[in-house]
């Protein structure tokens, strides 16, 4: 059974930092884009950041391009998401997600995610 699991989600202070992770069981995901996507209460869920198997990075530049780093290690079957900087209009649900085809990633219609974990930045 393939399963996304999320961790590392919290309360932190504006300007603050987080480090998000999502582990990969069930297969290998070493040739999976992986991506993360956030949503807010009463919003769409919204692209974060996409990375390709071949460690191909694309971000949502007007949210948090500067702020966020996407990285992974597929060794572990991990993809993380570091941010920095944060803000109270990061509050959101942070899912994962994976899929082989990179654009079905990036248009959220992706094969795998997540459970979510809960990132709140106080003002």
Do not use: H
């Not at 930092?17 to 999502?22: A, E, Y």
């Not at 702020?67 to 079957?77: E, G, L, V, Y």
């Amino acid at each position: 059974q393939v399963q996304l699991v999320e961790s590392g989600g919290g309360l932190v202070q504006t300007g603050g930092s987080l480090r998000l992770s999502c582990a990969a069981s069930g297969r290998s995901f070493s040739n999976y884009a992986m991506g993360w996507f956030r949503q807010a209460p009463g919003k769409e869920r919204e692209f974060v950041a996409r990375i390709r198997w071949t460690g191909g990075i694309t971000y949502n530049a007007d949210s948090v391009k500067g702020r966020f780093t996407i990285s992974r290690d597929n060794a572990k079957n991990t993809v993380y998401l570091q941010m920095d900087s944060l803000k109270p209009e990061d509050t959101a649900v942070y899912y994962c997600a994976a899929d082989q085809t990179p654009s079905r990633v990036l248009a959220g219609t992706a094969d795998y995610w997540g459970q979510g974990t809960q990132v709140t930045v106080s003002s």
